[in-house]
């Protein structure tokens, strides 16, 4: 990195908060799975601003030299976006990590560089409730809206781009805007707003966030449905929502990974039943009217021919079971090669995990996946064995896309594109909407300073 570009950083934000050599090691990396991460580059600079001035004033300053910059929120991505691939200026926003709640209007102004777990401690202080719950709660604000996570409970909250409703942007050029605000409708030309959630760090710089909070629901329920049957399982879904039932979740999962997830912390899945299990959270505003929900959940149980449901009802047990869903990623990591996020019309899962089956059986691997089942999204693990070949891989995932794509579905529904989906996203995007996506970053960003390598080739 060039000296004098050091020292003129250490000149916007002061000396400590400028890394450099072996202090930058731990803002080299995400929860990528290992074989497919991005090697980082060890040429960079770690800066950590504490407004959006300095943090605008660095990006001038990365315009003058023409050196990348790369912003970094809680480093829980899961396809290498924030990882610096060359040598460059990584922006953490870690410092800036206040939250207001404005009780009157349901709303938190965030800063970027506060985690999910800090906003939902703040709403719960306030007596209201973040709804959705869209990643690891080390994630930052910031990197939440850049990847427009989802969650367990999108099904009936919505994604991040639901609750956000205004951003202070630094852009490329060093400009800082203001996008909406504390609004509940606002029509005041295009919506850059939603066109910056969901950029992946590649338009802008997000430094405070106006979020959306809701009352808090009365009363819920965790319930395991078990089946022998997947397709059985997966006929109930539409069933539930015809009958009026809008679970905070769904989710479909096998039991033997759950069990597997469960021994990682010294603890028991508590459903023993059938291979193929439903989870579904109930939240409703009232002791009454889950009582009434789960009686006809319940009904539609028995129709669908599940074994005999669990419920889970103390906050305990709930906690248990919420537990042991969130060991999941790290316990399959170990021996993990890569994870897809595919989204589906819901009404395919049950066909397209048949079709996943057989690609498994034809390379001799195995692909365990668990899936939003309410939503389509699903994560298929493409998992080493012995033997494993690396050409295997690239003709697995092809295989898996082709077929979501014949499907009507598309490759990411959470994680986003980052690094690692690049070439994919070339092969399956229209040709025109990537021309379109090209140009508007080229709008944003002439110089192509703010995370190059990302989305696309
Ligand atoms: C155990 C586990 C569970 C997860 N569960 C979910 C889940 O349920 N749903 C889901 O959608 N994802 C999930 N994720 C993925 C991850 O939590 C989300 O993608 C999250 O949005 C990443 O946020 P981050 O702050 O860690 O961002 P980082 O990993 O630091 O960065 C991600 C991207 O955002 C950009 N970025 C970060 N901060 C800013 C900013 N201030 N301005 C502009 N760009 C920025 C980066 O450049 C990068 O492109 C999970 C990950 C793990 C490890």
């Known amino acids: 990195m060039d000296a004098v570009l050091i020292k003129r950083l250490t000149e916007v934000i002061g000396k400590d908060l400028v890394l450099v050599d072996e202090s930058v090691s731990s803002y080299l990396y995400d929860e990528t799975p290992n074989p497919v ?4 580059s060890g040429d ?12 605008s004033k660095i990006l001038l300053l990365a315009n003058e030299f023409r050196v990348p910059v790369f912003p970094r929120g809680g480093g829980t991505g899961l396809v290498g976006g924030c990882i610096p691939t060359r040598s460059g200026i990584v922006v953490s926003l870690e410092r800036m990590n206040r939250i207001n709640v404005d009780r009157d209007n349901l709303f938190a102004e965030a800063e970027a560089g506060a985690t999910l777990r800090d906003l939902i401690s703040a709403a719960e202080s306030a007596g209201l409730f973040f709804p959705p719950h869209p990643g690891d709660e080390s994630a930052q604000i910031g990197g939440l809206i850049a990847c427009n996570a989802g969650g367990v409970r999108a099904v009936k909250t919505g994604v991040m781009r639901n609750y956000v409703r205004g951003l202070e942007v630094v852009l490329p050029t060093g400009e800082i805007i203001m996008l909406g605000g504390k609004l509940l409708k606002n029509n005041a030309g295009y919506d850059l707003m939603q066109l910056i959630i969901g950029s992946e760090g590649t338009l802008g710089i997000i430094t405070k966030a106006w979020i959306r909070l809701a009352p808090r629901p009365a009363a819920s329920a965790t319930i395991i449905i078990p089946f022998d049957n997947r397709r059985r399982a997966f006929e109930l879904v539409p069933r539930i929502f015809q009958a009026g039932i809008i679970p905070l979740a769904i989710e479909y999962f096998e039991k033997s990974v759950m ?23 109930l939240a409703e505003q009232s002791e009454e009217a889950l009582l009434k929900t789960c009686e006809v959940l319940l009904g539609l149980c028995e129709g669908a021919g599940s074994r005999e449901p669990m419920f889970a009802e103390s906050r305990r047990e709930q906690d248990l079971i919420l537990r042991i869903r969130s060991e999941l990623y790290p316990v399959l990591k170990k021996t993990m090669y890569d994870t897809l996020d595919v989204t589906l019309p819901p009404a395919s899962m049950a066909g397209f995990l048949d079709e996943l089956d057989k690609i498994a059986g034809k390379y001799g691997v195995e692909l365990p996946a668990i899936g939003h089942a309410g939503d389509g999204n699903l994560h298929v693990w493409i998992n080493v064995r012995e033997g494993w070949r690396l050409e295997d891989y690239e003709k697995i995932k092809e295989e898996v896309y082709d077929k979501v794509i014949e499907l009507g579905g598309v490759i990411t529904g959470e994680h986003g594109i980052g690094y690692v989906k690049r070439r994919d996203l070339q092969k399956y995007a229209d040709p025109k909407v990537l021309e379109l996506m090209k140009a508007i970053k080229r709008i944003f960003d002439p110089n192509n300073i703010l995370n190059p390598d990302k989305i696309f080739l």
């Open 37 to 40: 991460r991005p090697a980082a």
């Open 44 to 55: 960079v600079v770690v800066v950590k601003p504490g407004s959006a001035l300095e943090v």
């Open 259 to 281: 069990d597997l997830a469960a021994a990682e912390i010294g603890e028991k899945w508590p459903c023993n039943d059938g291979e193929y299990q439903l989870m579904i959270i």
